[in-house]
């Protein structure tokens, strides 16, 4: 039998490739993601212990910015396939629970090498096709985050494992780390493919079972998820994928006794939603679930009147339009000065003019569409909203179209308005407001950052002032989970900047840290006397 106790490998991040276009792994690349778009369509089952399961209700999995392309169907199931989801993850449990934590290590290990290798090119191919991503968008994401999620969090685990308490001569104290009593339920959103397996793995690298219920929108690419799983030996009924309307989920994973914690990432409405039902059904459950959640954000930028304007420009246009402003932590507010207003607007007006808009095959593109005509519509509403206001101009951007791919224009709206309804309520599209402040109302405008959202996601200051930047640290201290300086506010990297925000915007339990592991465990302190006591009497009695 083992009966060592192991060093993991040193976790290091992932390099980040960089496609130019002629590079050999650009063409590799462009050539899977080519075979994927226009080879035979996939039927993409639920995966439930170790069946797959398919159902006669198909929905169609589109490209966004083709949505007449069709790249395969997802079975869509029912409160069938959720209890049944249940019990193939309780079926699973005991033996898994009980596996050596280096096998569990081992498995995720592998996975992550499997992604660096084989499965890259796959997984960054699917999220091109899926959710419209750049080929830089989708390797920063699905190859290189999810890489470093797995690695880390498997130096995390032994970190963990590692933390024991003292113990005084004639005893000894030990803490055991157990999973969870009952499954994990993880609901995933579609714009990061690494959170979307991350959501699964990391409760599952503790030894927790897991019912996964992806976003629609993000099926194809959770195929190659679970193919990933499969490759690297994860076992049937330990991660349990099914496609199910949410309420209908919700309906039976909240009833049921044996619902131990929620992973979630999504709307902070949803959250709410299904925090009040748990709260409603809490004497139903064996223990108290966990529940960790990232939410909404309404990100900002602030700018010190010593800021370099071509600096604050390009925080903006990457922070604000990477991605089409589908990320949690994009920029959506900024707070200018007047006397930089003039440099930074000419600036921000050239280089997203300057921007090229179209499909993820075509690696000159640096906007593609948005996720599906939901979005689209919602985000075309704000636009149209923007027009007709008069404390509202458009500068740059304000068109899209829908008649082949979801594509909508990266708008830059400047307001009068500090409380215009764009600077408070999150779009999750590209449109960046902007409000012009007195130069020297910088303080005050600190304050005006802070209490416009109910977020408090990311955020960044900008400034060539030591004393500007210190005080907009304090001023800011809960305003973003993740605070930028000189920087724009989007980015944060596995094992360098944990990412979490807290009021509207989630639990802050920190993805990529050890901090979110140790929500997925349940600790149980063991102390054992070598010489116990056989007479109950105390010095102090004489």
Aim: glycine share 8%; aromatic share 12%.
């Amino acid at each position: 039998m083992s009966n060592a106790i192991f060093q993991v490998p040193i976790a290091i991040n992932e390099p980040v490739r960089q496609y130019p276009p002629s590079a050999k792994e650009t063409k590799s690349l462009l050539s899977t993601y080519e075979k994927m778009l226009n080879g035979a369509p996939i039927d993409m089952p639920m995966y439930i212990g170790g069946e797959e399961i398919r159902t006669d209700n198909k929905k169609p999995m589109s490209p966004p910015h083709d949505h007449q392309a069709v790249l395969g169907h997802f079975s869509s199931g029912d409160a069938s396939h959720v209890n049944q989801a249940i019990d193939a993850a309780m079926s699973a449990r005991s033996e898994w629970a009980n596996l050596p934590w280096e096998e569990r290590a081992a498995i995720f290990l592998r996975a992550a090498d499997l992604l660096a290798g084989p499965f890259r090119d796959r997984m960054n191919a699917s999220t091109m096709l899926a959710q419209s991503k750049n080929v830089f968008q989708a390797e920063i994401d699905a190859a290189c985050e999810l890489i470093d999620f797995f690695r880390f969090n498997v130096q995390y685990m032994t970190q963990i494992y590692k933390e024991q308490p003292e113990s005084l001569p004639g005893l000894w104290n030990r803490l055991e780390y157990r999973p969870l009593e009952g499954f994990v339920f993880a609901i995933t959103p579609f714009n990061f493919t690494s959170i979307c397996a991350n959501l699964c793995a990391a409760p599952a690298m503790m030894g927790n079972v897991v019912v996964w219920k992806p976003a629609e929108s993000q099926m194809y690419s959770a195929k190659i998820i679970m193919d990933l799983f499969k490759e690297a030996g994860v076992p049937d009924g330990v991660i349990n994928l099914i496609s199910v309307d949410g309420p209908v989920a919700g309906e039976v994973v909240f009833n049921h006794k044996d619902f131990a914690g929620l992973h979630f990432t999504g709307s902070t409405s949803v959250f709410r939603h299904l925090w009040k039902e748990i709260g409603v059904n809490i004497a139903k459950y064996r223990s108290y679930p966990r529940i960790v959640g990232e939410t909404g954000g309404k990100d900002f930028v602030m700018v010190h009147k010593t800021a370099d304007a071509a600096q604050v420009a390009t925080a903006l246009t990457r922070g604000s339009f990477e991605f089409q402003g589908q990320k949690c932590s994009a920029a959506s507010r900024a707070y200018i000065p007047q006397n930089l207003w003039n440099d930074v607007k000419s600036i921000v007006v050239e280089q997203v003019s300057s921007f090229k808009m179209g499909s993820p095959g075509d690696t000159s593109n640096f906007i593609n569409a948005v996720i599906d005509e939901a979005a689209f519509d919602k985000i075309a509403g704000y636009i149209d909203y923007i027009k007709e206001q008069p404390d509202s101009e458009i500068i740059v951007g304000g068109n899209y179209d829908k008649s082949v791919g979801y594509f909508i224009d990266p708008t830059v709206v400047v307001t009068t308005n500090p409380k215009f309804r764009t600077l408070c309520e999150e779009i999750f599209g590209p449109v960046l407001t902007i409000f012009v402040y007195e130069t020297e109302k910088f303080e005050e405008t600190l304050e005006l950052v802070d209490n416009t959202s109910d977020y408090a996601l990311t955020g960044s200051i900008i400034s060539n002032d030591r004393y500007a930047i210190n005080l907009a640290t304090k001023k800011l201290e809960y305003s973003a989970g993740n605070f930028y300086i000189n920087d724009k506010p989007t980015g944060a990297v596995v094992g360098q900047q944990p990412f979490g925000g807290a009021r509207g915007s989630g639990t802050n339990d920190k993805a990529g840290s050890p901090m979110n592991l140790l929500r997925w465990t349940s600790a149980r302190t063991i102390k054992e006397t070598f010489v116990p006591a056989s007479d109950y009497r105390y010095p102090f009695l004489g």
